[in-house]
């Protein structure tokens, strides 16, 4: 365990080193990166430190307890059973901290969320995920864009597009991919019955064209004219982008971008992803199966979590977690349920790495 916690102390001090190498702080990408890597590694050197000390006092104890004066004992006995079980303790915080994390965990989102099925109550509840979760991105201190934002009749949202960048988003947000279901009174109910209805969020990492192996040159790029509501622009210019990748037919597009400019950025990001996905699986299929297992693919037909306005309840199917706070989680408050699935996704790996 200590030769992994010094091995990635030596990581933090290179990075260390290199955040204020000329080279490094005058390029913003590789200084972005770096500079998160480095953050993302602090939490482990804090703990290795505490660690180290911890064992040095140990070893200090029990030398005492070779000391022929009985009150040199009686101390080093007492600071030792205050001492090893802290050492339990922080050896299993250890344990949790040096999982390995999947490498999109550090990466900026693009986040989706489009109303399902419901009719105008759909749109409604996609506008309460909306507002959900822009009091969790505050709360995070994240940075939010809008790319596309595309309203509802009656209120609420029918789709709407944003770009979140932070410390650690995917890492906190790629469980919240799927079909979250509502069930309560709609406003648009006149005889007071409970309706269920639904609307989905995909969240997808924001890739670089280095984090993936592909070659411009197997890209294949046309525009075309967006069709639908969004305005005047519509139908007039070449805005909407689709992207094909030659050597798998892999094809990606976007429209959702108000110019064509913001479009490429969302249709090679969708590439990226489905390339990186369709790699991944190529020599690791058995872990990309256990991920998606746990945390969905994005796939919309799967429900993952039910708001009960009825009973102020929600449930995550995924890890049959029920919360009879509703209220507050609809008003941000969704740290729990992350955690939640944070720790069970943990577990999983820790019981794949024993198996």
């Known amino acids: 365990m200590l030769d992994k916690l010094e091995a990635i102390h030596e990581r933090y001090i290179h990075l260390e080193e290199q955040l204020s190498d000329p080279s490094v702080t005058s390029d913003m990408n590789k200084y972005k ?84 099925t419901g009719g105008d109550e759909a749109s409604i509840f996609a506008g309460d995920l909306y507002k959900m979760y822009s009091k969790y991105f505050e709360s995070q201190g994240w940075k939010v864009e809008a790319v596309s934002i595309n309203e509802g009749t009656v209120g609420g ?62 890209l294949k790029t046309d525009t075309f004219r967006a069709s639908g ?3 005047q622009h519509v139908n007039k210019t070449e805005s909407g982008v689709r ?37 991944r699986a190529a020599h690791d299929n058995k872990v990309a199966s256990a991920r998606k297992s746990l945390v969905g693919s994005g796939d919309r037909s799967g429900k993952i979590r039910t708001y009960n306005y009825p009973q102020n309840r929600v449930t995550d199917h995924r890890i049959n977690l029920t919360l009879y706070n509703l209220d507050k989680i609809v008003g941000g408050d969704i740290e729990e349920i992350i955690q939640a699935l944070q720790v069970y996704e943990n577990a999983e790996k820790m019981k794949a790495g024993d198996a």
Do not use: W
Request: proline letters at 4%; zero cysteines; glycine letters at 6%.
């Open 157 to 218: 949202y029918n789709k709407i597009v944003l770009e979140i960048y932070g410390n650690d988003v995917y890492g906190r947000l790629k469980f919240e991919s799927g079909a979250h279901r509502v069930q309560r009174v709609p406003k648009t109910e006149s005889q007071g019955r409970v309706h269920t209805s639904a609307a989905t969020v995909v969240v997808m990492p924001k890739f670089e064209m280095e984090d993936v192996n592909i070659n411009k040159a197997d």
């Open 33 to 116: 990166k770096v500079s998160k890597e480095y953050k993302a590694l602090k939490e482990v050197v804090d703990i290795y430190h505490a660690y180290k000390d911890l064992l040095g006092n140990i070893e200090t104890s029990r030398e005492m307890l070779k000391e022929e004066d009985p009150e040199m004992q009686e101390m080093a006995k007492m600071e030792l059973s205050d001492l090893e079980p802290r050492q339990v303790e922080l050896e299993e915080e250890i344990k949790v901290l040096l999982i390995p994390k999947d490498p999109e965990d550090s990466k900026d989102v693009i986040f989706e969320i489009r109303s399902g």
């Open 243 to 279: 992207f094909t990748h030659l050597p798998t037919g892999i094809v990606s597009e976007s429209t959702d971008g108000r110019s064509q400019h913001k479009n490429r950025d969302i249709a090679l990001q969708r590439l990226y992803v489905k390339i990186y996905d369709s790699q």
């Open 229 to 231: 509501a969004g305005g």
